[in-house]
């Protein structure tokens, strides 16, 4: 086990547009939000896995993956047409294996995501606190 910052992203509304515009459609957004996970990534963090509408990525520190993060996000709005996303990190520890990772660090990662509004942001304590010290909103 070892400590790391779990950032996790999903599409906000992604069954519905499922439903209204087609399995095609949903597809290429997903596999689109993995590009661009991916190309978020600096040194240091890395996609662990797309899990349909989501991404789930690591960062070594609460710092950098409040920066994936926020960099996701940014890539995202200046998609045309791209839904709004929800992230969601936890720093902590997780076993590490295969390639994927698993604890409850990851599973509260992703908690926050579910009940948030659109383009809502939320870290767990560990993350926000780790940034300057304290705890703090994330910029929206």
Do not use: W, Y
Request: hydrophobic share 40%.
């Amino acid at each position: 086990m070892r400590n790391s910052t779990f950032v996790f992203v999903d599409l906000v509304g992604f069954a519905a547009a499922t439903e209204t515009h087609g399995d095609e459609l949903a597809a290429r957004l997903a596999i689109r939000l993995a590009d661009i996970a991916d190309g978020a990534c600096q040194p240091g963090d890395r996609l662990v896995k797309s899990i349909g509408d989501a991404v789930l990525c690591l960062s070594d520190s609460p710092e950098t993956g409040l920066r994936l993060a926020a960099a996701i996000v940014q890539a995202t709005t200046l998609e045309p047409s791209f839904p709004a996303v929800r992230t969601g990190l936890h720093h902590g520890t997780a076993v590490h294996r295969r390639g994927d990772v698993f604890g409850s660090s990851v599973n509260l990662a992703c908690r926050p995501a579910d009940p948030l509004a659109l383009g809502a942001r939320s870290a767990s304590s560990s993350p926000r606190s780790a940034e300057r010290g304290r705890a703090r909103r994330l910029p929206q």
